[in-house]
């Protein structure tokens, strides 16, 4: 089990102009006030290269990211990059050059990825421009945020009692 | 008779949606095909009806790595077109903004894009197992550059700050003096990054390239200048379509460019070095001697040292911008729209970004044009490809997909850029 009582970063990426691109920062939304002090929340809108300095010095990262090709939409998934990589047939979209597993990838080759990662993913369904939330996603939002915030506390709880 | 065929379906390490076929008969290289299958994306057509105050935010979205460059090409004409010129500390703001995406573009493509290819890595990741301090100071310089985007435009992606006549808002001198610190450690590090890059083992090619680049009085014009070329064009920017013409190919998306008098032509930062190597300050002049550039570079392999240069000289020019910076008075100059035809024309990190329009009298845009560097290269990228094929056609398939990918890498293509169509006709029965 993983655990951290340090500093948490609680990072949502996402472009919500672009359909269910939109949940990270949905997420961010409804996460807003309800996290302890030492859990920074971040909103992103994808070019890794412009984020993943700001990893450095956090002792655990929490992603959450829209990502295609899952064939449930609004299902979320909780992968901790401690125990297994970001699944290979789930694409986690960016319109610039590096997306959220190659920016993990870099971070972590050049040591400024914080030691537990955990990612959250959204499956969504469409992803065009200047479009909305699918109903599927939107619902999903609430969950995902109530999900993010168990996992910060039990992070904290972690490292307490490690 | 041997034919073969060499694709590379999906280009990495480019922005934006393209291909390459090669055909090779013989040995000998008849076809290069740089394909752009991106959609093309109608921008000239949904700006018609919109306001001159809504254009720089629109076209900021074509590109979210050169948005400064539609902006300021896109204001600039608007300015054209209504008889107003931006300048003192405005304008000065305005290439202090250009700067910052200057050394982000830049610094992202020299080391996390290109010096995988002289390396011999997949990408920038397994590259910093070995390298991991290049990259570093890749993703600080890329951050010295946005540092300036989010204080000038509002945030670093797509600003949101520039209109026409100026800025909605302008800094005050302390808040743009706390940039110095990180801008005089990126230019130490793009120094650095010069010295570096020349090192690279550079495939020998020299290629006879007519440059078409800005020209400016006292400046390394990035702003505004006139249109030259090594050739005999020096001409007005709203000379433009007089001298170039668009045509349409059926393997690209985009439109290729080309002189109407000769064919292709190349604009970036080897056009630009060429053109305006007297234009650059004595250090930087000293430091491409440093990297072993003359005056002027025609293999496009070293483009990425010349990339290095610029992103050096942007440091510089940003330090030199911020330290003579006095607040203005107003953040932007007074418009009164009127009826009229506009042009705008800067250079943005792949080359010139070359912009017309037409306003009604309210200052709604009547028609657009917007011509990418990507585009314009495009030709010149094909010849390149023919040019690095052909000593090598009979090599195996990697080793000439290999050269042939750095070969378009040497560009920088910005290929979601370059995909702007004029007109889509639907025919239906």
């Avoid at chain 2, 250009?98 to 050394?103: D, L, N, Q, R, S």
């Avoid at chain 2, 209109?163 to 990126?186: C, I, M, Q, S």
């Avoid at chain 2, 433009?240 to 970036?268: I, Q």
């Avoid at chain 2, 990507?374 to 023919?386: G, M």
Wanted: proline share 6%; charged share 25%.
């Amino acid at each position: 089990m993983t655990g951290s009582g340090g500093r948490i970063l609680v990072l949502c990426i996402g472009n919500p102009d672009r359909g269910d691109d939109g949940a990270g920062p949905a997420v961010a939304k409804a996460l807003a006030g309800a996290l302890p002090p030492n859990a920074a929340l971040m909103v992103r809108s994808g070019d890794m290269l412009a984020m993943i300095e700001d990893w450095e010095g956090f002792d655990a990262l929490v992603c959450i990211d829209a990502a295609a090709g899952g064939s449930e939409p609004g299902r979320i998934h909780r992968i901790d990059l401690a125990e297994e990589e970001l699944p290979r047939d789930m694409a986690f979209l960016s319109s610039h050059a590096f997306g959220l597993g190659e920016g993990i990838a870099l971070a972590r080759t050049l040591g400024l990825a914080p030691p537990v990662i955990i990612v959250y993913a959204i499956e969504g369904q469409s992803f065009d421009g200047a479009t909305q939330m699918t109903a599927p996603v939107a619902a999903a939002v609430a969950p995902a945020a109530a999900r993010i915030i168990a996992e910060v506390a039990r992070l904290q709880e972690a490292e307490h009692h490690a | 008779m041997t034919t073969k065929t060499i694709k590379v379906e999906y280009l990495a390490r480019v922005e934006g949606e393209g291909a390459l076929d090669l055909h090779i008969e013989g040995g000998q290289v008849t076809s290069a095909n740089l394909r752009i299958f991106e959609p093309p994306r109608f921008y000239e057509a949904f700006l018609q009806g919109r306001s001159h105050v809504e254009l720089p935010d629109i076209v900021a979205r074509i590109c979210g790595i050169c948005p400064v460059a539609y902006q300021m090409s896109s204001v600039q004409a608007v300015e054209n077109a209504f008889g107003v010129k931006v300048e003192g500390q405005l304008r000065a703001l305005r290439r202090l903004l250009y700067c910052g995406e200057w050394i982000e573009s830049h610094a992202l493509h020299v080391v996390m894009l290109h010096a995988p290819d002289f390396l011999g890595y997949p990408d920038a990741i397994r590259m910093a197992e070995k390298h991991g301090d290049v990259v570093r100071k890749g993703l600080a310089l890329k951050k010295a550059g946005n540092a300036i985007l989010r204080l000038l435009g509002g945030r670093e992606i797509h600003p949101v700050n520039v209109r026409p006549g100026g800025f909605y808002k302008v800094p005050t001198k302390a808040e743009l003096v706390p940039l110095t610190e990180e801008l005089k450690a990126a230019r130490d590090m793009a120094v650095d990054l010069v010295r570096w890059v020349a090192t690279f083992d550079f495939p020998d090619l020299e290629r006879d390239y007519e440059f078409v680049a800005m020209r400016h009085p006292d400046e390394y014009a990035i702003t505004e200048g006139r249109l030259i070329s090594n050739r005999d064009i020096d001409i007005d920017i709203s000379d433009y379509e007089n001298e170039f013409e668009e045509r349409h190919v059926a393997h690209s998306t985009a439109l290729h460019s080309l002189v109407k008098r000769r064919g292709a032509y190349l604009v970036g930062p080897l056009a630009r070095y060429a053109l305006n190597h007297d234009r650059l300050p004595a250090s930087i002049q000293s430091l491409a001697g440093e990297a072993g550039l003359g005056p002027v570079c025609r293999n496009p392999f070293r483009s990425i040292v010349v990339r290095a240069l610029e992103t050096a000289y942007a440091c510089e020019e940003a330090l030199r911008l911020i330290a003579g910076y006095e607040m203005p008075e107003a953040a932007a100059v007074p418009l009164e729209p009127r009826e009229g035809e506009g042009f705008g024309c800067t250079e943005a990190p792949r080359g010139i970004c070359w912009h017309r329009y037409e306003f009604a009298a309210d200052g709604t845009i009547r028609m657009a044009r917007i011509v990418p560097p990507t585009s314009q290269n495009q030709p010149c990228i094909e010849e390149d490809l023919a040019a690095v094929a052909a000593p090598i056609a009979n090599e195996p398939d990697d080793v000439i997909r290999h050269l042939c990918e750095q070969s378009i890498r040497n560009y920088d293509p910005c290929i979601s850029c370059s995909t702007h169509f004029l007109k889509l006709s639907v025919h239906r029965s």
